[in-house]
């Protein structure tokens, strides 16, 4: 075996190994698991992203703090899809028992009300579902919850506690391969594009030789 035909023949195999553990790992099980809560039902999987429906009466500025401290986010409504997933998770919680608020924070406020909603992770889509009536406030007055009863947003005051309001947290999933686990939305090896280079270039050197 000469040097060249050697190296050519680990190449193509380095290459290969690394196109069927690509498969292979991007199609790992997303999971919530990693997020703490009292109950799981408490978690929602949407859109490879888990939301948390935190049954904790504090502020809005508390609920962004404790969700910003654990790595994640306020959640944020890009459309009315996520919006009405999000209201049915938290009646199904209502109805269930296994909530302790009756409205949630968003990661949304309204600081003037010819400027509509400012996002802590700004969706960029323009989506709004106010209640009528609302936004009511602004400012220190326009911070966003959700209110599943009424299948909309209302507004309050940002620094206050409120008995009846938890919040929303927003985490990226985990993606499972075997025993190992990697946050994000994927886990991928080599770029999807790349792999059929790969495959057309062991093919065409295997054919060849």
């Given at each position: 075996m000469t040097p060249k035909f050697k190296h050519d023949f680990m190449q193509t195999w380095i290459l290969l190994l690394l196109l069927v553990c690509s498969a292979t790992i991007v199609h790992g099980e997303l999971t919530c698991s990693h997020v703490e809560t009292y109950d799981d039902n408490q978690v929602l999987l949407l859109h490879?992203?888990?939301?948390?429906?935190?049954?904790?009466?504090?502020?809005?500025?508390?609920?962004?703090d404790r969700c910003r401290s654990n790595n994640g986010t306020l959640a944020s409504i890009p459309d009315s899809t996520v919006n009405t997933v999000l209201i049915t998770h938290a009646r199904n919680l209502d109805y269930s028992n296994l909530a302790n608020v009756s409205f949630y924070w968003l990661g949304g406020?309204?600081?003037a009300f010819e400027t509509?909603?400012?996002?802590?992770?700004d969706p960029g889509t323009g989506f709004l579902s106010f209640n009528d009536g609302e936004p009511y406030g602004f400012a220190e007055y326009g911070c966003l919850m959700l209110d599943p009863s009424m299948a909309g947003w209302v507004t309050d005051l940002c620094v206050?506690?409120?008995e009846l309001v938890g919040y929303i947290c927003v985490y990226p999933s985990m993606v499972k391969s075997g025993s190992s686990s990697v946050l994000g939305r994927e886990l991928q090896l080599i770029p999807t594009n790349m792999k059929g280079i790969i495959f057309f270039y062991i093919f065409t050197h295997i054919t060849t030789r």
């Amino acid at each position: 075996m000469t040097p060249k035909f050697k190296h050519d023949f680990m190449q193509t195999w380095i290459l290969l190994l690394l196109l069927v553990c690509s498969a292979t790992i991007v199609h790992g099980e997303l999971t919530c698991s990693h997020v703490e809560t009292y109950d799981d039902n408490q978690v929602l999987l949407l859109h490879s992203q888990c939301y948390h429906f935190a049954q904790d009466a504090v502020s809005w500025t508390n609920a962004a703090d404790r969700c910003r401290s654990n790595n994640g986010t306020l959640a944020s409504i890009p459309d009315s899809t996520v919006n009405t997933v999000l209201i049915t998770h938290a009646r199904n919680l209502d109805y269930s028992n296994l909530a302790n608020v009756s409205f949630y924070w968003l990661g949304g406020q309204v600081r003037a009300f010819e400027t509509g909603v400012s996002w802590i992770q700004d969706p960029g889509t323009g989506f709004l579902s106010f209640n009528d009536g609302e936004p009511y406030g602004f400012a220190e007055y326009g911070c966003l919850m959700l209110d599943p009863s009424m299948a909309g947003w209302v507004t309050d005051l940002c620094v206050s506690k409120l008995e009846l309001v938890g919040y929303i947290c927003v985490y990226p999933s985990m993606v499972k391969s075997g025993s190992s686990s990697v946050l994000g939305r994927e886990l991928q090896l080599i770029p999807t594009n790349m792999k059929g280079i790969i495959f057309f270039y062991i093919f065409t050197h295997i054919t060849t030789r």
